[in-house]
Each structure stands twice: as C-alpha cells, then as structure tokens.
C-alpha cells in the first residue's frame, strides 16, 4: 500500500478498529517493503576483521601492525605516525580540513578513515592503491606527509631489537621477515581490523525492526527514493565505486577545487575528471568536515549539496534532517585498541630529520 | 672487610673451604652495604598512584585526563596533543632533539618525560610549574607548542557533550565543571597515574639481592661513590632539586646553549645561572637524546659527559658500562593505557587554525 493511500484512508476520517487494523498492517507492510529494499542495497559490517588477498591475519601481524600505526618514527621528522592523520580517537581521521605533514605542509584532500577502509573498492579518493597494502606504503614515503623513503624505514625497523622479533614472529617462514612489503602488509593486516559492527543500522539489517527510529527509517527511505543509495551503497554505504562529483550541477570551486581532477589523475581517461570514489558513510558522524577537499563542516549541509549537485533534488529541511538522522544509525562500535608500547630506539636507529 | 683485603686472601693460593666462607660471606656483607647505602639515597617507586595536593584523585577525574591528554583539538592546530611531545609510547617523551610545535617551530629543550613526573620536586627543566597541574597550562597555552589559548581550550570543552558530561562526573561539587582549573586538574590526575614500578632496582631496593646482576650492582656502587647521586637520588633518582650544569667543566656548547640559562630565568638569582633540575633517571634507557638540549643520544656518553663536567672524573670503559648497566636497572613497568576515544565535535567547536 503506498504513502498516499495510506493518507486516503486516514482522511476519510473512519476510525473504526478495522481502520485502525488496516493501518497498522500498511504501516507493519511499508516497514517490510523498507527492510526488503534495504537488504538488496545494503549489507551489515561483520563483527569479525574480514579475510585479506595475500595477506593471512595472525594476531602476531595485527599487533606488529598496530605499532607500526603509532610510530611517529616512521616518520623523517619522528613526529608523524599514520594515526596522527588517521587517528582511532577521533573516527580514523583528524580535524582537517586536510592534513598537516612534514614541516606542516598541507595536503591537498581530506584524511579519509581507516575504520572499515577493509571493505572499500581500492584506497584513497581517487582509489589509487588498490588495497589496504599498497595504501600503506604511500604516505610514509610522500614528502608533504611522512617524507620517508622504504630504505629508512628498514633501517629503522631493523634498528631495534623489538621490532626485528616482532616480524620474526608475524612473518615465520620468511627468511628476511623485514621489508617493506611485509611493513605494509602487518599495517593491512591491523587495518582489517579497524571494522565498526553494531550500529543501529546493522542491527536493523538483521532484522531488529526497532534499531532505527521512525525518523531513521523515513532517512533511509529518502537516502533511497531519492537516489542517495545509487552512489553510497553496499557495506559501506559507499567506498565501492567511482562517480563524478557534480552529475547535475557543479559544485561551488570551494568544494571541487578545479586542479584537483580526482580518477583522472589515475586513469588518464576523459571520462574520469573530477570523478572520486564514492565517500563511505560508516562512523560519517564522527569525522566532519566532509568532502574530498573537506571544506563543509555541518553533516546536514553535506546532505542538502549532495542532493543539489548530484541528484538535481532540493531538500526540505525535514527531509535533510530525517537523512541525517539515518546517517546518525551509521554510527558502529569502535574496537579497543591498547596504546602500543613502541620498541626503544638504539645508536642505529636514524636520528630524527625535520628540516629537509 | 674491603675489596683488596679479599683480594689479598686471594692471593695467598688457599682454597680451603674456610677462605671460601670467608669470601662469601665478605661479598655478601659488601652486598648489604651497598644495600643499605642504597635505601638511604633512594626510594622505590610505589605501586599506586600517590595522593595530589588539592586535588583528590577519582577514577572519572583520570579517564577525563586520559581523554584531554591525547585529544589534539585543544591546540589551535588540531593536530598537537600533550601525547604528541610526551608519548606514553616511547617513554613519555618525543623522539627529539627537541619538540615540533605549532607551525613546525622548535623548542628549546628537550621535552621532559611525563612518567613519574609527579615524584619530581617540580615540573620543567626549569622548575618553573610547582607541580603538574601548573605544568598543564604551560604549553597549551605556548605559541611554539599548542598556541592554544584558555577561552579556546574552554570553547573547544563547552562544545562536546562527550566532555560536558565528562566534566559533570570528575568535578561532581562543581556548579561550572568546565573551567581551565579543571581542565588541568584533570591532566593531572591522569598524569599522577602514570608512574612505572617494578623495575630490577626497585625489586633490589626491596630487598630482592638477585634482582641486580653483579655488574649492575658494580655500577650501582659507583653511581654513589663517584658522586653521581649526590644529585640523582631520591624515588626517581634524580628530579629532586637544583643544581650547575657544569660544576667542575663548563659543558660544550652544543650540550648547554649560552642563551638558556636554566632556573636563572624563573629566579633572577644570579647564583642560578645554568641551574637546571637534576635529570630524573627512572626509564632513562628509553628515551634519547639526553640533556636539556638533547644533542647525546648515547647513555654512555652520557655518562662519561656528566662524570667529567659535575664531578671532574675521567671514568674509565668498564666503569661507564656498570652504570649503563645499572641505569638500564632502572626501566620499570609502564602502564597499560587503553587508547581514549575523543568526543565527537559539534558545529560549534572552533575549526583548526593552522596558519596563525
């Protein structure tokens, strides 16, 4: 039964019990439709880290992996780690609007989060690395973010007796258990890790009717009717493909800055400028401001120039505001981490390098 | 009976078992000399967090001190937390020389270890903060480190629901929780937590004779009788009071900067010119470089530095390597910190200002 015919039969005024009957069951019926739609759409984040190509997850991988994340070491200067701009505390990401590297040089693009990254089509904005492995080998060696090189890395890692055991451990049957590959490759394996179940929108996937509000649930019905979902879909309500930003009118330069050309840079194909992975809206409560050049701070007026820009719709404010309230549902449990205790530096370990 | 005259027994070649008796029990008086001397100078670090003036310590006041210690959004960049320059990770400290701060400028000196800081006789190298809670408004409030100011740090607080409640449980008698007093006294309730016991020297001044090897001990022996505890004594050997860098031999200039004279700039006593706090010496094989201006990262030249611009002693090899080795006795166990997750920013939160 549809939404105006429900209307109909409200304003005939009858409010006999079998009205009252023939109510709930369209209500109880909509609900249904809503969850069947959503089901086909969307799917639940396991509560367990995901298997990763090439890479089997060993607890002995994901703790080496883990204190590779907080090393500031890693860094040329020793003040940068990955969680300084994909930080745990603060929904794998930092304040933005972009990150501050080496010698406070500034990126170009938001930090995007780490948290549930796992379930991502490929990495990055313009998904240029094409898993959690290749992503981590970036920004330690860019010179505006961590400015290593693989070389230094090594000589670092093999400074230090902690770390020489610890990748004896997480890669066994290697004979030279530290490279740069195997660096990258426990950095994935912790990653795969990072994964946020139990967010009342999963809940509501599994069947439990009552996980979403009646105002999440007309969200999601909007984030659908209106077309949301064709762009931000799958497990992570977006991540697992490629859309141009501006289908429908360009957005104002603040937001798409004209140099920045997105998958084209990646591709060479015409097609593909100005053309981004889709934003993953798992947690996206927690990691204002949104955008790849993160220039808007208020998740509402994300939603009322997605809509604009992308899909030709002008919100009302209810509707803006029933869809935040369904992206509010997005929110998951964020997993423990305990803060690693970092192997103590030697003679060997290269000094700190924070001028050049 | 001293070392030579069980030296001499040596040498008169008699094995009998009644010599042998006399040896042991000749080293095992040497050994409880030692210890007893020992007790005297030195205090173990306790295994709970001792009490703070006006300032009561409660479960809710250190997780809220936890959460503000690592949150980067209290400095005007966004990117700078207290965990930045004292990383629970490497020792409390940063890797050095000295620390990045806002817009990458560089402190003067080396930032001090917040572990078992609150058993020092007051905070900088300097002294200049009577206690933590004076320490915790220094540097988020210092242009080159967080360029924070109070209204900020308490706009930035007022803004979060997280923190508002947060506050609300800490400082239960309060009618405004949320003050800059507050704020510190919570830093420092978490910081009073974090103190490291255990340590072999520990577990030897508590009467575990087993718990120093021999060269440890050796070098425990000269540590007092060369004279280096005459400023390194107390719970963390060393923090305790004031004395001259250079008391026999003005240091290099690389070691001690004509420019920073010490207790000098809080005193104005002429008697205090390039007087610093002793260096407090729990964990200190874990955090190079050594000295105010963190210019040795090796602790055995740290050592032969000390031995001959404090107290005119040329220390010869082996003598360097028995206190490295006692030194290295005096790692204890560092506290299990579960990695706080930071409330979430609202629209009323200050944006970053990482250009000014």
């Known amino acids: 039964m549809s939404e105006s015919a429900v209307r109909g039969l409200n304003r005939t005024g009858k409010?006999?019990?079998?009205?009252?009957g023939i109510l709930a069951s369209s209500a109880a019926s909509a609900n249904d439709d809503l969850l069947i739609t959503a089901r086909q759409i969307f799917n639940p984040i396991p509560s367990m880290a995901p298997a990763v190509k090439d890479n089997p997850i060993t607890e002995e991988k994901?703790?080496?992996?883990?204190?590779l994340f907080f090393d500031p070491r890693l860094s040329a200067s020793q003040v940068i780690s990955c969680n300084t701009c994909h930080n745990l505390g603060t929904g794998g990401v930092d304040a933005g609007p972009t990150s501050v590297g080496h010698r406070w040089q500034l990126g170009s693009r938001r930090a995007p989060t780490v948290y549930n990254?796992?379930?991502?089509v490929a990495q990055f904005w313009d998904g240029r690395a094409a898993d959690l492995k290749a992503q981590a080998s970036g920004p330690v060696q860019a010179s505006i973010e961590m400015n290593a090189t693989p070389a230094r890395v090594l000589d670092t890692l093999n400074s230090m007796t902690g770390y020489v055991v610890?990748?004896?451990?997480a890669f066994p049957k290697d004979a030279r258990p530290i490279t740069f590959d195997n660096f990258a490759k426990a950095i994935e394996a912790f990653e795969a890790t990072l994964i946020t179940p139990g967010a009342p929108f999963d809940r509501?996937?599994?069947?439990d009717a009552y996980a979403l509000s009646d105002q999440q649930k007309s969200g999601l019905k909007l984030f659908i009717d209106k077309g949301c979902a064709s762009c931000h879909s799958g497990m992570n309500v977006g991540g697992q493909d490629y859309f141009p930003f501006g289908v429908v009118e360009r957005p104002a330069a603040s937001l798409l800055p004209s140099d920045?050309?997105?998958r084209?840079?990646?591709?060479?194909?015409?097609?593909?400028?100005y053309v981004f992975r889709s934003a993953p809206l798992r947690n996206v409560a927690l990691r204002p401001p949104y955008f790849h050049s993160g220039q808007v701070w208020d998740l509402?007026?994300?939603v009322g120039v997605m809509s604009e820009v992308q899909l030709g719709v002008k919100l009302d404010d209810r509707e803006k505001d029933d869809i935040v309230a369904f992206l509010n549902s997005l929110t998951g449990q964020l997993p423990k981490i305990d803060y690693p205790i970092l192997p103590t530096r030697t003679d060997k370990t290269p000094k700190p390098s924070v001028d050049k």
Chains 1, 2 share one sequence.
């Open 15 to 20: 409010s006999s019990l079998l009205a009252a």
């Open 62 to 67: 994901v703790i080496l992996g883990k204190t």
């Open 117 to 120: 990254a796992v379930f991502n």
């Open 166 to 169: 610890m990748f004896g451990k």
């Open 204 to 207: 509501y996937l599994k069947g």
């Open 260 to 262: 920045d050309k997105g």
């Open 264 to 273: 084209f840079a990646v591709t060479k194909a015409p097609g593909d400028e």
């Open 300 to 302: 509402k007026q994300a």
